[in-house]
């Protein structure tokens, strides 16, 4: 099983239109990262969750984490064109020492309709 | 502009020849990994490359060697390899602490690898 499952998979929304994507977890999470990634090219950081109940913004984007639950969300508002793009969360895995072990979900790929 | 490069960013090789990735960091971090994208799966961690040491993926062929020469730059060596090791390749870079915490990981534009 995925240790890290997005929904949704995918999302078609309208311009303007605010959006929320999911990343929950099926092991303890020690911090929660958001990348952003258009087809084919690297991931650019949006924001690191390190605290049960830490919540960041970055212009529009919003991110949450709810330790408990092992869950983040990332809310966009009011939505762009260039909002587009695969939307990954990666997970750290603090394996003990210097095991160190980020794992990512598949993404969520977004498109915003002008 | 990300601070991390890569070269080639697109690379078509046969199954045997040997080939290198090349990745750059002008960031100061003192780790670096080699990840690898294929369509509908999650992004995989192949190699980190953290304080002096080499962590790798157990389920990673041999095909594939890392070579880490300096804290600033990064390799991955290709040989004979098959057409599912076709893939987007991507580097990262990160600043670590020796106590195991770490900030947060910066990407390169990745290397497109077909294998034919």
């Known amino acids: 099983s995925q240790e890290l499952e997005q929904s949704p998979q995918s999302l078609i929304v309208q311009e303007g239109k605010n959006l929320t994507i999911n990343c929950t977890s099926s092991?303890?999470?020690?911090?929660l990262y958001w990348y952003k990634q258009k087809y084919g090219e690297g991931l650019i950081f949006l924001m690191m969750?390190?605290?049960?109940?830490e919540e960041k913004s970055h212009e529009k984007i919003t991110a949450k984490l709810d330790e408990k639950k092992q869950q983040s969300s990332l809310h966009i508002t009011a939505s762009q064109p260039s909002h587009a793009g695969i939307y990954l969360c990666?997970?750290?895995?603090?394996?003990?020492?210097?095991?160190?072990?980020?794992?990512f979900g598949k993404g969520t790929l977004l498109t915003v309709n002008p | 502009e990300t601070g991390v490069t890569q070269t080639p960013r697109h690379l078509v090789m046969g199954m045997t020849n040997k080939k290198s990735l090349k990745c750059e960091q002008h960031?100061?971090?003192?780790?670096m990994y080699w990840y690898k994208q294929s369509a509908k799966k999650p992004l995989e961690l192949m190699f980190v490359?953290?304080?002096?040491?080499?962590?790798e993926n157990n389920s990673v062929p041999s095909r594939f060697s890392p070579e880490c020469p300096n804290s600033s730059h990064l390799f991955l060596h290709l040989h004979t390899l098959q057409p599912e090791d076709s893939a987007l390749y991507l580097c990262?870079?990160?600043?670590?602490?020796?106590?195991?915490?770490?900030?947060?990981?910066?990407f390169g534009p990745g290397t497109r690898l077909t294998v034919t």
């Open positions: 969750l390190q605290k049960g109940g």
């Open positions: 960031l100061g971090h003192n780790a």
């Open positions: 990666g997970a750290d895995r603090r394996g003990g020492g210097s095991n160190y072990k980020l794992t």
């Open positions: 490359y953290s304080l002096e040491e080499r962590v």
């Open positions: 990262a870079s990160s600043f670590k602490m020796s106590s195991g915490s770490q900030y947060e990981q910066y």
């Open positions: 092991k303890t999470l020690y911090g």
